[in-house]
Protein backbone atom coordinates (compact mmCIF):
# COMPACT_ATOMS: atom_id res chain seq x y z
CA UNK A 1 0.00 0.00 0.00
CA UNK A 2 1.64 3.31 -1.00
CA UNK A 3 1.22 5.72 2.21
CA UNK A 4 0.12 9.02 1.71
CA UNK A 5 3.05 12.14 1.74
CA UNK A 6 2.63 15.47 2.79
CA UNK A 7 2.69 16.85 -0.87
CA UNK A 8 0.01 14.06 -1.98
CA UNK A 9 -2.64 14.97 0.30
CA UNK A 10 -2.22 18.74 -0.37
CA UNK A 11 -2.47 18.21 -4.22
CA UNK A 12 -5.28 15.94 -3.81
CA UNK A 13 -8.06 17.44 -1.01
CA UNK A 14 -6.78 20.66 -1.09
CA UNK A 15 -8.14 21.85 2.19
CA UNK A 16 -7.52 18.97 4.27
CA UNK A 17 -4.73 20.10 7.29
CA UNK A 18 -1.94 17.32 5.66
CA UNK A 19 -0.83 17.00 9.32
CA UNK A 20 -4.05 15.52 10.32
CA UNK A 21 -3.92 12.93 7.52
CA UNK A 22 -0.20 11.86 7.78
CA UNK A 23 0.48 8.09 8.50
CA UNK A 24 3.94 9.76 10.28
CA UNK A 25 1.99 11.58 12.77
CA UNK A 26 -0.22 8.36 13.09
CA UNK A 27 2.88 5.88 13.89
CA UNK A 28 4.01 8.47 16.18
CA UNK A 29 0.68 8.85 18.21
CA UNK A 30 0.44 4.77 18.20
CA UNK A 31 3.37 5.00 20.04
CA UNK A 32 2.17 6.82 22.82
CA UNK A 33 -1.06 5.70 22.90
CA UNK A 34 1.02 2.10 23.85
CA UNK A 35 1.94 3.80 26.89
CA UNK A 36 -0.61 6.52 28.25
CA UNK A 37 -4.06 4.91 26.93
CA UNK A 38 -6.47 4.27 29.91
CA UNK A 39 -6.93 1.04 30.71
CA UNK A 40 -10.48 1.08 30.48
CA UNK A 41 -10.34 2.41 26.74
CA UNK A 42 -8.71 -0.49 25.98
CA UNK A 43 -11.18 -2.46 27.47
CA UNK A 44 -14.66 -0.85 26.16
CA UNK A 45 -15.04 -3.65 23.66
CA UNK A 46 -15.87 -7.12 25.10
CA UNK A 47 -17.06 -10.52 24.05
CA UNK A 48 -15.89 -9.84 20.28
CA UNK A 49 -14.20 -7.56 17.97
CA UNK A 50 -16.12 -4.62 16.76
CA UNK A 51 -15.19 -3.29 13.70
CA UNK A 52 -17.45 -0.53 12.10
CA UNK A 53 -17.34 0.54 8.58
CA UNK A 54 -18.49 4.55 8.13
CA UNK A 55 -19.43 5.81 5.42
CA UNK A 56 -19.34 9.81 4.09
CA UNK A 57 -20.28 10.65 0.80
CA UNK A 58 -22.33 9.24 -1.82
CA UNK A 59 -22.50 5.88 -2.10
CA UNK A 60 -25.45 2.84 -3.49
CA UNK A 61 -25.55 0.37 -0.20
CA UNK A 62 -27.23 -2.29 -1.83
CA UNK A 63 -28.88 -4.99 0.44
CA UNK A 64 -29.37 -7.89 -1.34
CA UNK A 65 -31.48 -11.02 0.09
CA UNK A 66 -30.18 -10.14 3.28
CA UNK A 67 -27.13 -12.06 2.36
CA UNK A 68 -24.64 -9.27 1.09
CA UNK A 69 -24.31 -5.45 0.79
CA UNK A 70 -22.93 -3.65 -2.05
CA UNK A 71 -21.22 -0.34 -1.72
CA UNK A 72 -21.10 1.37 -5.09
CA UNK A 73 -19.95 4.61 -5.22
CA UNK A 74 -21.10 6.61 -8.71
CA UNK A 75 -18.44 8.93 -10.81
CA UNK A 76 -18.81 12.67 -9.75
CA UNK A 77 -16.72 14.83 -11.22
CA UNK A 78 -15.62 16.95 -8.24
CA UNK A 79 -15.29 13.97 -5.89
CA UNK A 80 -12.29 12.14 -3.94
CA UNK A 81 -12.55 8.86 -3.13
CA UNK A 82 -9.84 7.31 -0.64
CA UNK A 83 -10.05 4.59 2.56
CA UNK A 84 -8.88 5.48 6.02
CA UNK A 85 -8.32 2.99 9.00
CA UNK A 86 -8.09 5.14 12.48
CA UNK A 87 -7.73 5.37 16.08
CA UNK A 88 -8.69 7.63 19.13
CA UNK A 89 -6.11 8.75 20.73
CA UNK A 90 -7.81 10.03 24.55
CA UNK A 91 -4.36 10.73 26.11
CA UNK A 92 -5.43 14.49 26.08
CA UNK A 93 -9.16 14.12 27.36
CA UNK A 94 -10.48 14.86 23.91
CA UNK A 95 -10.75 11.62 21.51
CA UNK A 96 -8.71 12.85 18.58
CA UNK A 97 -9.08 10.35 15.24
CA UNK A 98 -5.74 9.55 14.40
CA UNK A 99 -5.47 7.78 10.89
CA UNK A 100 -3.61 5.81 10.98
CA UNK A 101 -3.61 4.28 7.13
CA UNK A 102 -5.12 6.25 4.07
CA UNK A 103 -4.85 5.33 0.75
CA UNK A 104 -6.75 6.33 -2.82
CA UNK A 105 -9.44 4.78 -4.23
CA UNK A 106 -9.19 3.99 -7.67
CA UNK A 107 -11.73 3.59 -10.79
CA UNK A 108 -10.92 -0.40 -10.50
CA UNK A 109 -11.53 -3.23 -8.55
CA UNK A 110 -8.26 -3.76 -6.46
CA UNK A 111 -10.01 -2.45 -3.43
CA UNK A 112 -11.56 -5.23 -2.02
CA UNK A 113 -11.85 -5.73 1.95
CA UNK A 114 -12.42 -9.18 3.76
CA UNK A 115 -14.43 -9.38 6.81
CA UNK A 116 -15.54 -13.05 7.82
CA UNK A 117 -17.49 -14.52 11.12
CA UNK A 118 -20.08 -12.23 11.85
CA UNK A 119 -23.05 -13.24 13.08
CA UNK A 120 -25.46 -10.61 10.26
CA UNK A 121 -28.22 -9.62 12.99
CA UNK A 122 -29.57 -6.54 10.78
CA UNK A 123 -33.13 -7.23 10.29
CA UNK A 124 -34.12 -7.83 6.10
CA UNK A 125 -36.02 -4.64 5.01
CA UNK A 126 -40.16 -5.31 4.18
CA UNK A 127 -40.72 -3.17 0.88
CA UNK A 128 -43.84 -2.26 2.39
CA UNK A 129 -42.75 -0.86 5.60
CA UNK A 130 -39.19 1.16 4.97
CA UNK A 131 -37.69 3.40 7.87
CA UNK A 132 -38.14 6.52 7.49
CA UNK A 133 -34.84 7.62 9.28
CA UNK A 134 -32.38 6.95 6.51
CA UNK A 135 -32.58 7.06 2.75
CA UNK A 136 -34.04 3.36 1.43
CA UNK A 137 -35.95 2.83 -1.38
CA UNK A 138 -37.08 -0.75 -2.34
CA UNK A 139 -35.45 -1.90 -5.91
CA UNK A 140 -38.91 -3.23 -7.21
CA UNK A 141 -41.21 -0.35 -5.71
CA UNK A 142 -38.83 1.97 -7.87
CA UNK A 143 -39.12 -0.23 -10.82
CA UNK A 144 -35.52 -0.62 -11.21
CA UNK A 145 -34.82 -3.16 -14.08
CA UNK A 146 -30.99 -3.65 -13.89
CA UNK A 147 -28.04 -1.93 -13.98
CA UNK A 148 -26.68 1.09 -16.11
CA UNK A 149 -23.86 2.80 -15.78
CA UNK A 150 -21.19 1.35 -14.08
CA UNK A 151 -19.66 3.17 -10.66
CA UNK A 152 -16.46 4.45 -9.86
CA UNK A 153 -15.96 1.28 -7.59
CA UNK A 154 -18.01 -0.88 -5.92
CA UNK A 155 -17.37 -3.50 -2.63
CA UNK A 156 -18.80 -6.58 -1.56
CA UNK A 157 -19.40 -7.28 2.14
CA UNK A 158 -21.10 -9.09 4.58
CA UNK A 159 -24.55 -8.35 5.63
CA UNK A 160 -23.76 -6.60 8.66
CA UNK A 161 -25.17 -6.49 12.34
CA UNK A 162 -26.25 -3.15 12.00
CA UNK A 163 -26.69 0.16 10.07
CA UNK A 164 -26.48 3.15 11.76
CA UNK A 165 -27.56 6.24 10.35
CA UNK A 166 -25.28 9.37 11.92
CA UNK A 167 -25.10 12.93 10.81
CA UNK A 168 -28.30 14.31 9.64
CA UNK A 169 -30.25 17.07 8.11
CA UNK A 170 -33.38 16.92 10.05
CA UNK A 171 -34.84 20.48 8.50
CA UNK A 172 -37.15 21.35 5.90
CA UNK A 173 -35.00 23.53 3.30
CA UNK A 174 -33.79 20.66 1.95
CA UNK A 175 -36.34 18.19 0.99
CA UNK A 176 -36.14 15.09 -0.81
CA UNK A 177 -38.78 14.26 -3.32
CA UNK A 178 -39.27 12.53 -7.20
CA UNK A 179 -41.17 10.36 -8.19
CA UNK A 180 -39.02 7.31 -7.10
CA UNK A 181 -39.85 9.30 -3.19
CA UNK A 182 -43.26 9.05 -4.46
CA UNK A 183 -43.18 4.97 -5.69
CA UNK A 184 -41.74 4.02 -2.01
CA UNK A 185 -44.38 6.10 -0.50
CA UNK A 186 -41.43 7.51 1.91
CA UNK A 187 -42.38 10.47 4.60
CA UNK A 188 -38.65 10.60 5.83
CA UNK A 189 -37.69 12.74 9.28
CA UNK A 190 -34.22 13.27 8.21
CA UNK A 191 -31.62 12.61 5.56
CA UNK A 192 -28.38 11.15 6.73
CA UNK A 193 -25.46 11.79 5.32
CA UNK A 194 -23.19 9.25 7.02
CA UNK A 195 -23.80 5.68 7.96
CA UNK A 196 -21.58 3.31 9.93
CA UNK A 197 -22.36 -0.60 9.09
CA UNK A 198 -21.22 -2.50 12.37
CA UNK A 199 -19.89 -5.70 12.56
CA UNK A 200 -19.67 -7.85 15.91
CA UNK A 201 -16.84 -10.35 15.06
CA UNK A 202 -15.76 -13.29 16.94
CA UNK A 203 -11.98 -12.63 19.16
CA UNK A 204 -9.10 -12.86 16.98
CA UNK A 205 -10.85 -11.92 13.85
CA UNK A 206 -9.04 -10.10 11.49
CA UNK A 207 -10.91 -8.06 8.80
CA UNK A 208 -8.34 -7.19 5.73
CA UNK A 209 -8.50 -5.26 2.32
CA UNK A 210 -6.48 -5.26 -0.31
CA UNK A 211 -3.98 -2.53 -1.18
CA UNK A 212 -2.87 -1.62 -5.11
CA UNK A 213 -0.30 -4.20 -5.26
CA UNK A 214 -3.13 -7.22 -3.88
CA UNK A 215 -2.00 -7.69 -0.99
CA UNK A 216 -3.89 -8.19 2.17
CA UNK A 217 -3.40 -4.91 5.04
CA UNK A 218 -4.92 -5.55 8.23
CA UNK A 219 -7.53 -3.26 9.63
CA UNK A 220 -6.22 -2.44 13.04
CA UNK A 221 -7.48 -3.34 16.39
CA UNK A 222 -7.83 0.03 18.09
CA UNK A 223 -6.48 1.01 21.94
CA UNK A 224 -10.36 0.93 22.82
CA UNK A 225 -10.73 -2.51 21.36
CA UNK A 226 -12.58 -1.00 18.08
CA UNK A 227 -11.73 -1.31 14.33
CA UNK A 228 -12.31 1.43 11.93
CA UNK A 229 -12.18 1.93 8.28
CA UNK A 230 -13.67 4.94 6.72
CA UNK A 231 -14.61 5.09 3.05
CA UNK A 232 -15.03 8.96 1.48
CA UNK A 233 -16.48 9.49 -1.72
CA UNK A 234 -17.51 13.32 -1.65
CA UNK A 235 -16.38 16.69 -2.54
CA UNK A 236 -13.10 18.26 -0.56
CA UNK A 237 -14.58 21.76 -0.48
CA UNK A 238 -18.25 20.50 0.14
CA UNK A 239 -19.55 21.07 -3.09
CA UNK A 240 -21.30 23.24 -5.78
CA UNK A 241 -24.18 24.48 -3.76
CA UNK A 242 -25.48 26.41 -7.70
CA UNK A 243 -25.56 22.73 -8.27
CA UNK A 244 -26.98 20.60 -5.28
CA UNK A 245 -27.90 17.43 -7.14
CA UNK A 246 -24.84 16.45 -9.34
CA UNK A 247 -23.53 13.68 -7.06
CA UNK A 248 -27.71 12.63 -6.54
CA UNK A 249 -28.56 12.52 -10.55
CA UNK A 250 -25.10 10.59 -10.93
CA UNK A 251 -26.53 7.89 -8.23
CA UNK A 252 -29.50 7.43 -10.17
CA UNK A 253 -27.92 7.37 -13.54
CA UNK A 254 -26.16 3.66 -12.35
CA UNK A 255 -29.86 2.11 -12.06
CA UNK A 256 -32.33 1.41 -15.32
CA UNK A 257 -35.71 1.41 -14.20
CA UNK A 258 -38.45 1.20 -16.47
CA UNK A 259 -38.51 5.43 -16.90
CA UNK A 260 -35.29 6.56 -14.87
CA UNK A 261 -34.63 6.60 -10.97
CA UNK A 262 -35.88 10.28 -9.74
CA UNK A 263 -34.46 11.39 -6.53
CA UNK A 264 -33.57 14.62 -5.89
CA UNK A 265 -33.03 17.65 -3.07
CA UNK A 266 -35.52 20.36 -4.03
CA UNK A 267 -33.16 23.59 -2.51
CA UNK A 268 -29.77 24.44 -2.38
CA UNK A 269 -29.97 26.35 1.31
CA UNK A 270 -26.70 25.75 3.40
CA UNK A 271 -28.40 25.20 6.84
CA UNK A 272 -26.64 23.02 9.43
CA UNK A 273 -26.19 19.18 9.76
CA UNK A 274 -26.91 17.84 12.90
CA UNK A 275 -24.50 15.21 14.42
CA UNK A 276 -26.22 11.80 15.61
CA UNK A 277 -27.70 12.64 18.87
CA UNK A 278 -26.63 9.12 20.83
CA UNK A 279 -23.89 7.75 19.22
CA UNK A 280 -23.47 3.92 18.37
CA UNK A 281 -20.70 2.18 20.18
CA UNK A 282 -17.34 2.57 18.98
CA UNK A 283 -17.97 5.48 16.96
CA UNK A 284 -16.92 9.26 18.03
CA UNK A 285 -18.87 12.12 17.27
CA UNK A 286 -15.33 13.52 15.73
CA UNK A 287 -15.68 10.60 12.79
CA UNK A 288 -18.71 12.67 11.38
CA UNK A 289 -16.65 14.89 10.00
CA UNK A 290 -16.23 15.37 6.21
CA UNK A 291 -13.17 15.81 4.33
CA UNK A 292 -13.56 19.87 4.30
CA UNK A 293 -13.94 19.47 8.08
CA UNK A 294 -10.98 16.83 9.09
CA UNK A 295 -8.64 20.49 9.18
CA UNK A 296 -10.75 20.91 12.48
CA UNK A 297 -9.46 19.84 15.47
CA UNK A 298 -11.47 17.14 17.14
CA UNK A 299 -11.69 19.47 20.12
CA UNK A 300 -12.89 21.95 18.51
CA UNK A 301 -15.58 19.94 17.36
CA UNK A 302 -18.14 21.90 18.69
CA UNK A 303 -22.16 23.04 17.96
CA UNK A 304 -22.71 25.18 21.46
CA UNK A 305 -19.97 27.69 21.97
CA UNK A 306 -20.82 27.31 26.23
CA UNK A 307 -18.90 23.99 26.15
CA UNK A 308 -15.75 25.64 24.33
CA UNK A 309 -12.96 25.30 26.77
CA UNK A 310 -11.40 29.16 28.02
CA UNK A 311 -8.12 28.26 26.30
CA UNK A 312 -9.87 28.15 22.65
CA UNK A 313 -12.77 30.67 23.11
CA UNK A 314 -12.78 33.82 20.72
CA UNK A 315 -13.15 33.90 16.90
CA UNK A 316 -10.56 30.79 16.59
CA UNK A 317 -13.54 28.58 18.34
CA UNK A 318 -16.44 30.90 16.61
CA UNK A 319 -14.47 29.87 13.01
CA UNK A 320 -13.91 26.48 14.11
CA UNK A 321 -18.20 25.86 15.42
CA UNK A 322 -19.28 27.20 12.03
CA UNK A 323 -17.00 25.29 10.30
CA UNK A 324 -18.22 22.08 12.18
CA UNK A 325 -22.05 22.97 11.12
CA UNK A 326 -21.70 24.54 7.92
CA UNK A 327 -18.95 23.01 5.89
CA UNK A 328 -20.12 19.80 5.55
CA UNK A 329 -22.05 17.55 2.78
CA UNK A 330 -24.34 19.35 0.44
CA UNK A 331 -27.08 17.60 1.41
CA UNK A 332 -27.08 15.64 -1.42
CA UNK A 333 -23.87 14.25 -0.95
CA UNK A 334 -25.35 11.12 0.63
CA UNK A 335 -26.21 7.39 0.76
CA UNK A 336 -29.18 5.92 -0.50
CA UNK A 337 -29.54 2.22 1.03
CA UNK A 338 -31.94 0.08 -2.01
CA UNK A 339 -33.25 -3.34 -0.80
CA UNK A 340 -33.74 -5.92 -2.95
CA UNK A 341 -35.62 -8.75 -2.10
Given at each position: ????????????????????????????????????????????????????????????????????????????????????????????????????????????????????????????????????????????????????????HSLSLPWP?????LRCDKGNS????????????????????????????????????????????????????????????????????????????????????????????????????????????????????????????????????????????????????????????????????????
Amino acid sequence: MKDLNRRDILKGLGMISAASLTPQIASSAQQKQKSEAPAAKKAAVTGGTLLNVILHGTYTVLLDQGQRVTLMAPNVSDHVYFAATADLDATSGTPEVIWRQIRWIYPDPTFVVNITGGSGKYPKPTPQNLPTDRVMIDWDLSKIKKFAKAPYHSLSLPWPDDIIPLRCDKGNSNTLGGQTYKDNNLNLTQLPTVYALAYQLPAGSKPTFKDNFNNDQAIPVGSDGVMRLHLFAEPPGGGDLMNPNIALHALCQMFQPTLRLDLSISSNAATPINDAKDMPPGVDRCEERSIGELGTSCSQVVDDLSKVPMKTKGVDAERAAKSWRFAGHPRNCMAVLINKS
